[in-house]
């Protein structure tokens, strides 16, 4: 089943309802193909997609997509069998969204988009195709594990983390990719607080065993991957918000605005002021 939206104002999605209508779904997954900007809310938190975001999603509730600046968006939703458990290539943060029911969702942005839309215009193909019957259903699923497969073959470099809401498991009995995720939305819902000694506490380890696994797990220090994160959404802020860099940096945990500026500048290679100007530009 393909939904297409092309709306100027807030859309609200109930997966689980529009889901009911393809029996053989996964329960509420679903593929949001992006063809413009827009703003997905999911409990009052704001996550901006791109233009060719491709965004695996599960949500129970009710979501949410919302334009930016009032400007129209369009966006297709794809519900497709996708199997328990499915090949999907290496990534462990697909494969266990195929194999869960919990609330999460994985915004996909570098990779290859032309072969990826190629995919889904076969899977669209086949599902027009009446009436369907088992051998259809198989087709349009394979297309989707090789979809997913692509999407995993870029491995973490293709998720867009700050946008992203990974499944929550027990850390200690979590593979190392699970890890990632996990320790990530931490990082995310306390971006402002948020240090190692403060980490390691909630996951109850040893600090300096914490800071030797988040090494291992981001190729970077704890502190330097929380400064990346925190360069991230100030971008983000800077792109789609107007308030005022002090009241950003503020927002991101820096006391100083001259601190936020040499970390930003030392990411952007400009001053916020200047990143904001020529964005808006």
Do not use: W
Not at 92 to 100: A, I, K, N, Q
Not at 194 to 222: C, G, I, M, W
Not at 263 to 281: D, E, I, M
């Amino acid at each position: 089943m393909i939904y297409n939206y092309h709306q100027n104002h807030s859309l609200t999605l109930d997966l689980v309802a529009l889901s009911q209508a393809t029996p053989d779904l996964h329960p509420s997954s679903a593929l949001l193909i992006c063809k413009t900007d827009c703003i997905l809310q999911i409990d009052q938190r704001n996550f901006h997609l791109k233009q060719q975001d491709i965004v695996l999603l599960r949500y129970k509730q009710p979501i949410n997509l919302m334009p930016i600046d009032q400007q129209a968006f369009y966006v297709s939703l794809f519900f497709v069998p996708i199997a328990c458990g499915i090949e999907c290539g290496p990534n462990e943060l697909v494969t266990s969204m195929t194999c869960s029911q919990t609330d999460a969702h994985i915004v996909f942005r570098r990779f290859n988009y032309q072969i990826c839309v190629n995919y889904l215009n076969q899977i669209k193909a086949l599902t027009t195709i009446q009436p369907q019957d088992n051998f259809l259903k198989y087709q349009e699923s394979t297309l989707m594990s090789l979809l997913l497969t692509e999407l995993s073959r870029y491995g973490i470099d293709a998720i867009a983390m700050i946008e992203s809401n990974f499944l929550e498991y027990d850390l200690k009995k979590s593979s190392r990719s699970i890890q990632f995720g996990i320790i990530l939305n931490y990082i995310v819902a306390n971006l402002a607080t948020v240090n190692l000694t403060k980490a390691a506490l909630h996951f109850e380890y040893d600090p300096n065993y914490f800071s030797r696994l988040t090494r291992q797990l981001f190729h970077k220090t704890f502190t330097e991957e929380v400064r990346f994160i925190r360069m991230s959404e100030a971008q983000k802020l800077l792109e789609i918000t107007n308030r005022s860099v002090a009241d950003i940096a503020l927002t991101l945990g820096y006391q100083s605005p001259s601190t936020f500026n040499r970390y930003f500048k030392q990411r952007a290679g400009q001053t916020p002021s200047a990143y904001r100007k020529l964005y808006q530009t």
